[in-house]
T-cell receptor, first 111, second 114 residues
Framework: EDKVVQSPLSLVVHEGDTVTLNCSYE??????LLWYKQEKKAPTFLFML????IEKKSGRLSSILDKKELFSILNITATQTGDSAVYLC???????????FGTGTRLKVLA | DSGVTQTPKHLITATGQRVTLRCSPR?????VYWYQQSLDQGLQFLIQ???????AKGNILERFSAQQFPDLHSELNLSSLELGDSALYFC?????????????FGPGTRLTVL
């Protein structure tokens, strides 16, 4: 059965800290891995990763994929209270038109 | 604003009833996905349509059905509602499933079944 597992389930940090969120997957026909940020509304797209070892970066957020070890990490440096959200990881399965989502990591950043 | 619209925003109904949720994809997107998000679960994929045709089914109950119309909007029909159907229902769209492409999510419909 295809599955996506995120860790930790939740995390509480202080402003300025750096956090690393993990996403591991066991799927058939991997095509891409996506990260989303979900506040009290719809998930918003952060990154899409298709190749191993190539870091995607946007401001204080960055992400990388390891297709050999079947995982991805999302790093957030110099965290701010506005980073508080649930971060979702999803894997896009080639040929099935399906996206499998993990249950998310709930991040709370304290002022 | 992702460009995906969903109506209604909130829906409160009783067990045994039937409801219809509506989604309009982003302009130019041909693919529509429906997801259910409960408090204790992540996003559960329900069903996907591409240009009017059903392309993939996930854990969608037989009481649920969907369709995509020629103008590309989609409707999710939920019938014989049970308390456990209370959840956030999201619609997402992408250019096409031939991807890889990111999905853009609508604001969701919060369904409460009493």
């Amino acid at each position: 059965e295809d599955k996506v597992v995120q860790s930790p389930l939740s995390l509480v940090v202080h402003e300025g800290d750096t956090v690393t969120l993990n996403c591991s997957y066991e799927v058939t026909n991997f095509r891409s891995l996506l990260w989303y940020k979900q506040e009290k509304k719809a998930p918003t797209f952060l990154f899409m990763l298709t190749s191993s070892g190539i870091e995607k970066k946007s401001g204080r957020l960055s992400s990388i994929l390891d297709k050999k070890e079947l995982f991805s990490i999302l790093n957030i440096t110099a965290t701010q209270t506005g980073d508080s959200a649930v971060y979702l990881c999803a894997v896009d399965l080639s040929g099935t038109y399906k996206y499998i989502f993990g249950t998310g990591t709930r991040l709370k950043v304290l002022a | 604003d992702s460009g995906v619209t969903q109506t209604p925003k909130h829906l409160i109904t009783a067990t045994g009833q039937r409801v219809t949720l509506r989604c309009s994809p982003r302009s130019g997107d041909l693919s529509v996905y429906w997801y259910q998000q409960s408090l204790d679960q992540g996003l559960q994929f329900l069903i996907q349509y591409y240009n009017g045709e059903e392309r993939a089914k996930g854990n969608i109950l037989e009481r649920f059905s969907a369709q995509q119309f020629p103008d590309l909007h989609s409707e999710l029909n939920l019938s014989s509602l049970e308390l456990g159907d209370s959840a956030l229902y999201f619609c997402a769209s992408s250019v096409d499933p031939g991807g890889p492409h990111e999905q853009f999510f609508g604001p969701g419909t919060r369904l409460t079944v009493l």
